[in-house]
């Protein structure tokens, strides 16, 4: 601010006005994060569950079991409900210790031979900052099972059936 008041000084436009004081909204800092979240009451997010086919490609060049999105920021102190809506005929879990455990409604399938998604709702308010991790404890991805692996972060391999949650203080 002081650079601009100076540069209009200096071209003679008269615009030095005061300035409030402004919030430290260095990234990260509680300040910022309480800024952009000013009257934010409730988070929302709507995750599918895409099966096999459907799914997307592993490092092998097969489609797998994905849920998608996987990675997920939050604010403490704010309810969230996630809408899981799923295309599988096979039930699946977003289970984070400590967090939040949601067990997903298999889809329905139909005479004509698709599949009617299950829809679950899960509501929640994340009470405790820091980085979970999620997983699905439903046995899936067959005949592989690939998906459950463990990758770097532990079971289920991350952006399939596994994933981290960031819950911002
Ligand atoms: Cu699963």
């Known amino acids: 601010m002081k650079t601009i008041l100076t540069a209009c000084g200096l071209l003679g436009l008269g615009l030095a006005v005061a300035q409030p004081a402004l919030a430290d909204n260095t990234p990260g800092t509680q300040s910022a994060i309480d800024s952009a979240f000013a009257g934010v009451t409730a988070q929302h997010y709507t995750v599918y569950v895409l099966p096999g086919g459907m ?3 592993g490092p092998d060049g097969q489609h797998h079991d994905t849920i998608s999105p996987s990675f997920f920021v939050l604010k403490k102190g704010v309810p969230v409900t996630f809408t899981v809506i799923n295309f599988d005929d096979g039930g699946h879990s977003m289970t984070a210790p400590g967090l939040m455990n949601i067990m997903i409604n298999p889809g329905t399938d139909e005479a004509d031979g698709s599949i009617k998604p299950g829809i679950t709702t899960y509501t929640f308010t994340p009470e ?3 980085e979970y991790k999620w997983h699905c404890i439903i046995k899936c991805d067959g005949p592989s099972h690939w998906s459950m692996s463990n990758s770097f972060n ?5 952006g399939y059936m596994a994933g981290l949650i960031k819950v911002l203080p």
Request: aromatic share 10%; hydrophobic share 25%.
């Open 55 to 57: 799914g997307f490609v």
């Open 128 to 130: 405790k900052a820091g």
């Open 154 to 158: 532990g079971p289920g391999q991350d």
